[in-house]
């Protein structure tokens, strides 16, 4: 199993970013998969979930309204797309399964 996040990069206050989540070894058992993001000086936070047969979501107050997580069933893929960005919002997404997997993540920074 293989989590493997992209998307990340360097965008300004107020800019835009999608993230992808790719998962090879998919597990049909698998019933959530979400984003969680580890900022300067703070701990690992809860971002986002997504169930995968629903599609149903749930978000940190800090990023709802701002932020939208995705999955494409057919290519086993998970988004997030994130608007609005504050200069909090810097640091490095993982893709997870929780409890079970993490990718390596990937660097966000937003900064002018």
């Known amino acids: 199993v293989q989590l493997v996040e992209s998307g990340g990069g360097l965008v300004q206050p107020g800019g835009s970013l999608r993230l992808s989540c790719a998962a090879s070894?998919?597990?049909?058992?698998?019933?959530?998969m979400s984003w969680y993001r580890q900022t300067p000086g703070k701990e690992r936070e809860f971002v986002a979930t997504?169930?995968?047969?629903?599609?149903?979501?749930n978000y940190a107050d800090s990023v709802r309204g701002r932020f939208t997580i995705s999955r494409d069933n057919a290519k086993n893929m998970m988004y997030l797309q994130m608007t609005s960005l504050k200069s909090e919002d810097t640091g490095v997404y993982y893709c997870t399964v929780p409890g079970l997997y993490w990718g390596q993540g990937t660097q966000v920074t937003v900064s002018s």
């Open positions: 997504i169930a995968w047969s629903s599609g149903n979501t």
């Open positions: 070894g998919f597990n049909n058992r698998w019933s959530v």
